[in-house]
C-alpha cells in the first residue's frame, strides 16, 4: 500500500524564522498521521537550514526545491543548480508551476529539460501541470493536459516510473482568485491522465503518483483524495499554517489507496 502524499509549497512566503518555527511544528504533527507521506517545499534561502532541523530530528518530512536549472554549473545569474540542490539534500524538485510558467515563461521543453536533470541528480521532480480558464471554456482542456505533460516526459524512460511526481493543479483554481474545482471535474481529469500515463508506459503507468491542487481545504479535500487517482493533495495556503494543515489531515482521516 503506497502512502498517501500530502505536501505543501510556500511560493514566496516566510522569512527563515517563520519558517523554521512552521517546520519544528510540522514535524511534530506528522508523527500522529503515520498514513501520509509529508513535504514541503519552502524558498531556497531557507534549504539548508531546515534540511539541518529535519537531519537533527531525523525526520521523515520531505523537503522540496520550487525550482531548479538543468545545467550543473555556468553563466546563469540567479539560478540554482542541481549540484548545489544535492548537496542540500534537498529530495523534491517542483517544476513547471503555474506561476512558473506564467511570470517567468517556463515552457514544456524547459520542464521536460529540469525534469530529466533531476531525474539524473537522483530527485524526485514533481511536474506540475494545469490548464487555463481559457482552455476549459474552449473544451481542450485534456489536450492541453496531454501536451504538458508528454513534452514534460519525453525521454523520461519507464525504469524513472516512481521517481517522478506528476501534480495537476488547473491554473483557475490556484490561489486566493482561483474557485476550487469541482470533485467530479478532478476525477474526470485524473482518470484521463492515467489513461495518458498508461498509453505512454504500459501498465506501469498506474504507478505514477498523480497529485491534486489548487484551493484544496478543508472543506473540499476529502472529497478529492477519496478519488481512485488522486495519490496526494499538493496544498498552498490552507496548509501554511501548521494548525490549518492538521485539521486538513484530521479531516482527511484513513486514504487507503
Ligand atoms: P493554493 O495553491 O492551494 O493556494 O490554491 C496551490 C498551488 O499553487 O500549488
Not at 525504469?159 to 474545482?181: D, K, L
Request: aromatic letters at 10%; proline letters at 5%; one cysteine or more.
Amino acid at each position: 500500500m503506497k502512502k498517501f502524499l500530502l505536501g505543501t509549497n510556500w511560493k514566496m512566503n516566510k522569512t527563515l524564522a517563520e519558517g523554521l518555527a512552521y517546520s519544528a511544528a510540522l514535524m511534530t504533527i506528522i508523527g500522529k498521521y503515520p498514513q501520509f507521506e509529508f513535504f514541503i517545499i519552502p524558498p531556497y534561502t531557507h534549504l539548508w537550514k531546515i534540511k539541518e532541523a529535519l537531519a537533527a530530528q531525523k525526520s521523515p518530512l520531505k523537503l522540496g526545491a520550487q525550482n531548479m536549472h538543468e545545467q550543473d554549473s555556468g553563466q546563469f545569474t540567479g539560478e540554482i543548480s542541481p549540484l548545489m540542490l544535492a548537496e542540500i539534500g534537498v529530495d523534491i524538485i517542483e517544476l513547471g508551476h503555474s506561476e512558473r510558467r506564467q511570470y517567468f515563461n517556463e515552457s514544456d521543453e524547459a520542464v521536460n529539460r529540469k525534469a530529466r536533470a533531476a531525474l539524473k541528480h537522483g530527485f524526485t521532480p514533481l511536474i506540475c501541470i494545469g490548464e487555463q480558464q481559457a482552455d476549459k471554456d474552449y473544451g481542450v482542456s485534456k489536450e492541453m493536459l496531454a501536451k504538458q505533460l508528454k513534452i514534460a516526459l519525453t525521454d523520461v524512460p519507464a525504469a524513472a516510473i516512481g521517481q517522478f511526481w506528476i501534480a495537476y493543479e488547473p491554473v483557475w483554481a490556484i490561489g486566493v482568485a482561483g474557485t476550487p474545482a469541482a470533485a467530479a471535474y478532478v476525477e474526470e481529469i485524473h482518470d484521463f491522465l492515467r489513461r495518458v500515463l498508461i498509453d505512454r508506459y504500459g501498465p506501469s503507468g498506474a504507478a505514477v503518483p498523480l497529485l491534486f491542487g489548487g484551493s484544496v481545504n478543508i472543506d473540499n479535500a476529502r472529497d478529492y483524495a477519496r478519488l481512485a487517482n488522486v495519490d496526494g493533495l499538493f496544498i498552498g495556503r490552507s496548509a501554511w499554517e501548521p494548525e490549518l494543515f492538521e485539521a486538513i489531515m484530521v479531516a482527511l482521516g484513513t486514504i487507503t489507496k
